[in-house]
């Protein structure tokens, strides 16, 4: 076991596989291609997170569209190695016991980083307890907070336990982990000998913390009346008077108390980070653009390629700008081969009776309000009129919308009705249960992605990204880190302008215009009538947004600004 891991990653949720369902979408996705890029460039890592035994949920749609919620349920021991050790933290004054499991990430030198889960389903614990690592996001405020305890507090102690002393940055990804601070603060007065705590304990703690936060929505945000932390993490009169570390509107607020524990800030985008800035005034915030892991995002049809026309590429994924001299016809081979797989299993699941060689739009986002995944549907007589004068084109859609996400929930049923009123001119599938596995498909598969999320929401955004690497254009609002990765008619192409308010953006009709105006006039008679053209443009993508915006790059950032 490495015990020499210098960095620890704090997330909620990490997604490494398909088949451990221990992330809900981006967050989680983002954090298992961090740790994955940590090991090819053999940074020293060692994450934490929960095991989340029941999973995010396996997403079920009727017939007309309406979402309902099954546990998942996954053999941890056939996949994840038990350790011994175990650690506590103390919830409503009670012991609550924790053990980890682990699992390890290769990077492409053989370099491992280890990811432990917290699992305190154990026999030692009440059956309430034992279900608080049972569901991510699940229950209500006060199982939220339990859980944050455990990930933040919890996660600290298990490091501890396994041997870990020489961590210099505690890394939190979003707030979910920033009780962490509170635990870093306990063993920093333990040291001195000292209660209760001082600035220069405070100052201490801050030079070992890391803070990104992901979004500018409010439910981002998590915070908890004051009673309810009293209740949970007992009376510890050391830490409320310092109450100004984490009181916000009379609430303890996680975004706030990793704002004042931490030596480094960002957001995960330009734009973003100009965003956050305005947000929380006062403090300093840097911006980090997203990136994927490119070996795990690239299709097996475009990795040959690579391997073939840029060897190398997956230890310098910035070598990808040469694919600008890859053979045109080769690269529609790969897309052409990828993109049967797709449509196969599209028709496969649902029926849709898809056509390889009909243009392709693809859209899979978790379904929340923001995103917008309805906006194409707002005109559903031009749509027609497109399609039957300018040229076919179906739409390919995922996501899954939270369980308590009513409007989320209405929104896949829009969807629905859509692809009913329009299915005599237009197929329209809408894939159930997204995960990694069909990110990939989807994102790999489609001729053009669709992006449409509310300006300035979206904080970053990756499926583009993936997109992008698999020589997949995008058709996005500018926003997130489509601001940075388009070039207009080069690696795809915009919808509306860039810079609009929240206010501008609200109104709909006129994105939903641009989109058809874009669709109508350049993106169909392109890829029908000028394909050379449009296989331009897929090379672009790759050699432009593929060599950059990848966790690669992300993570060399993390290391010259962040962790060093």
Same mark, same amino acid.
């Given at each position: 076991m490495n015990n020499e891991s210098k960095i620890a990653y704090f997330s909620m949720e990490i997604g490494l596989e398909a088949r451990m369902p221990t992330y809900s979408g981006g967050l989680g996705v983002l954090a298992g291609d961090t740790i994955r890029s940590a090991a090819d460039l053999k940074v020293p890592m060692v994450a934490v997170t929960l095991l989340q035994r029941k999973g995010y949920f396996r997403q079920k749609l009727d017939a007309s569209g309406w979402q309902t919620e099954e546990p998942v349920e996954w053999t941890v021991e056939s996949i994840l190695e038990e350790i011994p050790k175990k650690t506590f933290v103390t919830i409503e004054g009670r012991n609550v016991y924790l053990r980890s499991w682990k699992y390890e990430v290769n990077g492409i030198g053989d370099f491992k980083v280890p990811v432990y889960f917290l699992d305190s389903d154990l026999p030692e614990n009440s059956e309430w307890d034992r279900t608080l690592t049972h569901f991510l996001y699940g229950g209500d405020q006060y199982y939220r907070l339990c859980q944050e305890v455990i990930l933040g507090i919890g996660g600290v102690r298990m490091l501890r336990a396994l041997g870990y002393e020489n961590i210099k940055r505690f890394h939190m990804n979003e707030g979910h982990a920033s009780l962490l601070a509170l635990e870093l603060l306990n063993e920093q007065a333990g040291k001195t000998g000292r209660e209760p705590t001082r600035p220069e304990d405070i100052e201490a703690v801050r030079e070992q913390c890391i803070f990104t936060t992901h979004t500018p929505v409010p439910a981002g945000h998590d915070q908890f009346p004051i009673e309810l932390i009293r209740r949970i993490i007992g009376p510890r009169e050391e830490i409320f008077k310092i109450k100004d570390i984490f009181l916000y509107n009379n609430l303890f607020n996680m975004t706030y108390l990793a704002l004042n524990m931490s030596r480094f800030i960002n957001g995960v985008a330009k734009k973003h980070g100009e965003v956050s800035q305005l947000m929380f005034e006062g403090y300093t915030i840097d911006a980090i653009t997203n990136g994927v892991h490119a070996a795990t995002w690239t299709t097996k049809p475009f990795q040959n390629l690579y391997d073939r026309y840029i060897p190398g590429w997956r230890e310098d994924n910035f070598s990808l700008r040469y694919a600008l001299s890859i053979p045109k016809h080769e690269v529609w081979e790969a897309h052409a081969?990828?993109?049967?797989?797709?449509?196969?299993?599209?028709?496969?699941?649902?029926?849709?009776?898809?056509?390889?060689?009909?243009?392709?739009?693809?859209?899979?986002?978790?379904?929340?309000?923001?995103?917008?995944?309805?906006?194409?549907?707002?005109?559903?007589?031009?749509?027609?009129?497109?399609?039957?004068?300018?040229?076919?084109?179906?739409?390919?859609?995922?996501?899954?919308?939270?369980?308590?996400?009513?409007?989320?929930?209405?929104?896949?049923?829009?969807?629905?009705?859509?692809?009913?009123?329009?299915?005599?001119?237009?197929?329209?599938?809408?894939?159930?249960?997204?995960?990694?596995?069909?990110?990939?498909?989807?994102?790999?598969?489609?001729?053009?992605?669709?992006?449409?999320?509310?300006?300035?929401?979206?904080?970053?955004?990756?499926?583009?990204?993936?997109?992008?690497?698999?020589?997949?254009?995008?058709?996005?609002?500018?926003?997130?880190? @489509?601001?940075?990765?388009?070039?207009?008619?080069?690696?795809? @192409?915009?919808? *509306?302008?860039? *810079?609009?308010?929240?206010?501008?953006?609200?109104? @709909?009709?006129?994105?939903?215009?641009?989109?058809?105006?874009?669709?109508?006039?350049?993106?169909?008679?392109?890829?029908?009538?000028?394909?050379?053209?449009?296989?331009?443009?897929?090379?672009?993508?790759?050699?432009?947004?593929?060599?950059?915006?990848?966790?690669?790059?992300?993570?060399?950032?993390?290391?010259?600004?962040?962790?060093?």
């Open positions: 081969f990828a993109k049967n797989e797709l449509i196969q299993h599209v028709n496969r699941e649902t029926g849709a009776a898809m056509d390889t060689d009909v243009l392709t739009l693809g859209f899979a986002r978790r379904s929340t309000t923001y995103k917008r995944g309805e906006l194409l549907f707002q005109d559903g007589e031009r749509l027609k009129r497109i399609s039957s004068e300018v040229g076919r084109f179906q739409v390919i859609y995922a996501g899954k919308a939270h369980p308590q996400d009513s409007a989320g929930k209405e929104i896949i049923k829009r969807i629905f009705h859509a692809k009913e009123s329009l299915k005599a001119n237009i197929k329209i599938a809408y894939l159930e249960n997204y995960d990694m596995e069909k990110g990939k498909l989807i994102t790999s598969g489609v001729d053009v992605w669709l992006n449409t999320p509310q300006p300035p929401l979206e904080a970053s955004g990756t499926s583009g990204m993936k997109a992008a690497l698999n020589g997949v254009p995008s058709l996005s609002v500018l926003d997130g880190w @489509w601001i940075e990765g388009y070039i207009e008619g080069i690696t795809g @192409w915009s919808i *509306g302008e860039a *810079g609009r308010g929240a206010e501008a953006s609200s109104d @709909w009709s006129n994105d939903a215009l641009s989109l058809y105006n874009k669709l109508e006039n350049i993106v169909i008679p392109l890829f029908y009538h000028d394909r050379d053209r449009f296989i331009e443009m897929m090379r672009s993508s790759i050699a432009l947004n593929g060599s950059f915006f990848n966790t690669q790059r992300m993570m060399l950032q993390y290391v010259l600004r962040a962790y060093f």
